[in-house]
């Protein structure tokens, strides 16, 4: 069973003009998508074609390289591409979740420019992200595909939101401006998946059954697939109750 490149939940133009369309097209349709087909080489070079995302970074430290780096790239822009939404309708952050930015990071000015500097602060390629690490409120940065569930992660936990800055991210409307693509980003960020993310987190609920995608609806998985629904997605691949934080993207979702 092959991991498949999950639909976008708008349309390619939606985003603007925070990301235009001719970025969302390289970003999506070609780079997204190479990483799903060098990870289905990758896993079935490594004898791991069978394991869920969980199962995968719950032992990252111990596989091939080539498995790290895709198997973070899909997982990392599905993720990406979940916690945005269109300019206006990202809706605004739950009296919980604002309580917590005021506790835990002074604020929300304070929470988004320190957002924004582990953003500007990653050398190279990377990804900044607000997590939830032993209860409270962290933003940390990870180089190229990495996140804070891969078990060798120095910083671990449950991630909220993330800002993808790789330059094929932002490079053809922003050229090197990542500052200015890190301004714009918070026009699109859906806060309300942030807010349901949080909730989760906080309840300790290892999973969060997102609203699907435009189009199709959700089955129970069958053949090898364990509990929960799946969605869509072309063939059904298997869902693990392994430990570890995140939505299992695009390969099957649950509710405990």
């Known amino acids: 069973m092959a991991f498949t490149l999950p639909p976008l939940p708008y349309a390619h133009d939606a985003l603007e003009p925070a990301i235009d369309k001719e ?30 995302f969980d199962e995968l970074f719950a032992k990252m430290s111990t596989l091939p390289v080539a498995v790290r780096n895709n198997a973070g790239g899909v997982w990392n822009h599905t993720f990406f591409w979940e916690g945005l939404a269109p ?83 932002y490079y053809l ?6 500052a200015e693509f890190l301004a714009a980003f918070w026009s699109i960020v859906n806060r309300t998946k942030v807010n349901a993310l949080y909730a989760a987190a906080k309840g300790g609920r290892r999973r969060l059954l997102p609203p699907p995608p435009l189009g199709g609806g959700w089955l129970r998985p069958k053949g090898r697939n364990r509990g929960g629904w799946a969605r869509r997605y072309g063939t059904p691949r298997r869902i693990s109750r392994s430990a570890g934080w995140g939505l299992t993207c695009m390969i099957g979702r649950y509710q405990p």
Do not use: C
């Not at 409307?173 to 990542?178: A, G, P, S, T, V």
């Open 173 to 178: 409307k922003y050229q090197n401006r990542r």
């Open 23 to 52: 970025t969302m097209s390289f970003h999506y349709d070609k780079h997204h998508q190479t990483y799903v087909d060098n990870l289905n080489k990758a896993v079935a070079a490594a004898g791991v074609e069978d394991q869920s």
């Open 87 to 169: 300019v206006g309708t990202g809706g605004a952050p739950s009296a919980e979740l604002a309580a917590a930015i005021d506790a835990d990071l002074g604020g929300m000015d304070a929470f988004k420019e320190a957002f924004n500097t582990a953003g500007l602060g990653r050398f190279g390629s990377g990804w900044a992200w607000l997590i939830v690490q032993n209860g409270k409120l962290k933003i940390i940065s990870t180089p190229n595909q990495d996140n804070s569930l891969m078990d060798f992660a120095e910083e671990k936990g449950a991630p909220l939101l993330v800002a993808d800055v790789w330059e094929h991210a």
